[in-house]
């Protein structure tokens, strides 16, 4: 009698298992949208080996994520935002034209806004996450001088123009180093990360994990 108990008390433990594992499958199932890489300024699409190798380890299927390049030492944020429409618009096109989610890093983050609010990329874009954005400029940007330089300076008329709007979710440092001051990363749904550097949002599993939550 006690061993048909101890029975189905295992196979009560084995199924409960099992919904739990079908459910987290689940889960993990529904959230496979295209996702779309924006580096930041002087950056690379390298900048995201880390991350990118993150969700593939956890199951993302690699042919969903795209990584965008642009030269923002060259173009404006405006241009940039330009070609990002257009790569937006390819990816879509491949994936039965179903919205993308945009992970933006630094600048990345203004140019993706752009693309939102001016180029009619709201309705083509499902979550859209910046990590250490300068959302409402950043004094560093006085240091250089390129176009996308111009417009990432405090008061700019860039920013101006975008008036606050297009933002999500955002993901900011309190120990950034780049953004000054650091709360000029807060717009949308922020949410404070480790105190990490600028370029650690990139690879640090804690801002990972979070990002991944914002993403639902």
């Known amino acids: 009698m006690q061993k048909k108990q101890k029975s189905k008390m295992m196979l009560s433990v084995l199924a ?11 889960s993990a199932m529904a959230q ?4 779309v890489f924006v580096h930041g300024y002087s950056g690379s699409t390298s900048n995201f080996n880390t991350m990118v190798s993150r969700f593939t380890s956890d199951g993302y299927p690699s042919a969903k994520l795209y990584r965008f390049g642009y030269n923002s030492l060259y173009y404006s944020n405006k241009s940039s935002a330009e070609q990002l429409r257009n790569f937006v618009n390819s990816v879509r096109s491949q994936n039965a034209s179903v919205p993308v989610s945009i992970v933006a890093h630094s600048n990345g983050g203004l140019v993706s806004r ?25 004094t560093s ?6 176009a996308a330089c111009f417009e990432m300076r405090p008061g700019s008329s860039f920013l101006n123009d975008l008036a606050g709007q297009g933002c999500d979710r955002s993901l900011w440092s309190s120990n950034d180093g780049v953004i000054s001051p650091a709360t000029n990363a807060q717009c949308g749904t922020s949410v404070q990360t480790a105190s990490v550097s600028h370029t650690a949002l990139l690879s640090d599993a804690s801002v990972y994990t979070q990002l991944r939550q914002q993403l639902r």
């Open 16 to 26: 409960g298992a099992a919904l739990f594992g079908s459910m987290m499958a689940g």
């Open 32 to 35: 496979t949208e295209p996702l």
């Open 114 to 138: 752009w693309y939102r609010v001016k180029l009619g990329g709201t309705s083509a874009m499902s979550r859209f996450v910046t990590l250490g954005t300068p959302h409402r400029g950043t």
């Open 141 to 146: 940007a006085y240091a250089c001088f390129s």
